[in-house]
């Protein structure tokens, strides 16, 4: 049974809501990867999502890209993200860890060797931006014989069709992208996130981790009460860049804790 399959059995045994925070591999610098993986966990993540760069990260806000573009720019590689998994993974072999990216590094590698290599390193599952579910049977099959699951997002403006051809594919958790748009802009409809999720979540039959527009507690809380899972990424690289390399993972496990607490007293009287 893969982590991430086992992280969400006990979410849901507890009745907890899973916390997936994202960082960007190599930002601000390349050795600050694994001390702010491990802060994450000490901040109450349950999955991680590490970023893989790349230079033309269309489907994310300012922020993601400024982070992608230092990480290039720090040297950061697709192999060298796969060291810092193999790295954190000396010292957690619990935290399940999602790489997140796009097609580009993974096809300059070969699929084969990627695959083959994420599963060596520790990783546990790829969410590729740009890979059409339907054009991704393939793939899917070679990611789920080396035990990583493959991740997919869906949107408001998903088609029934996609939402079948995720549900064939995909595996692990579904990202449901919250608003029309890029990363870390617009504000949450609640309505249309609860509208759709009960739904989703009954033609997919994956948990569903709700991202995009997640800012503090309070928005991860009326999302959180929704969905299976909350997936913060523009808000933590912004606490990153504010704190500065020094003092990144301290702020990063305090930010993500408030996070937690609130994620932890839904349902609370």
Do not use: W
Not at 73 to 96: C, H, I, Q, W, Y
Not at 166 to 178: D, E, P, Q, R
């Amino acid at each position: 049974m893969s982590r991430i399959k086992t992280t969400f059995e006990q979410l849901e045994r507890a009745q907890r809501r899973g916390l997936i925070p994202f960082i960007t591999a190599g930002h601000p610098t390349v050795d600050s990867t694994v001390p702010l993986m491990h802060a994450l966990v000490a901040g109450g993540a349950d999955i991680i999502e590490l970023g893989v760069p790349f230079s033309d990260p269309m489907a994310d806000g300012p922020t993601i890209q400024r982070a992608s573009e230092r990480a290039l720019a720090n040297g950061m590689t697709l192999r060298k993200v796969l060291s810092a998994v193999e790295a954190f993974r000396a010292d957690d072999t619990a935290t399940p860890v999602v790489l997140m990216g796009y097609a580009n590094p993974i096809e300059a590698m070969g699929v084969d060797a990627f695959v083959s290599a994420a599963a060596a390193a520790g990783v546990d599952g790829v969410l590729v931006v740009d890979y059409p579910p339907q054009e991704c049977v393939a793939f899917a099959e070679t990611a789920r014989a080396a035990s990583l699951d493959p991740i997919f997002l869906l949107a408001p403006t998903s088609t029934e069709a996609r939402i079948s051809d995720v549900a064939k594919v995909g595996s692990g958790y579904i990202y449901y992208v919250s608003l029309k748009g890029v990363t870390g802009s617009g504000a949450l409809d609640l309505d249309e996130v609860a509208r759709r999720i009960p739904a989703i979540r009954a033609r997919v039959g994956m948990p569903v981790g709700v991202g995009f527009g997640i800012r503090d507690a309070a928005t991860a809380k009326a999302i959180g009460a929704l969905a299976d899972a909350v997936v913060i990424g523009s808000r933590i690289i912004e606490e990153i860049e504010t704190a500065g390399v020094e003092h990144a993972p301290a702020r990063v496990t305090a930010f993500l804790r408030t996070l937690r607490e609130a994620l932890d007293s839904i349902g609370e009287s």
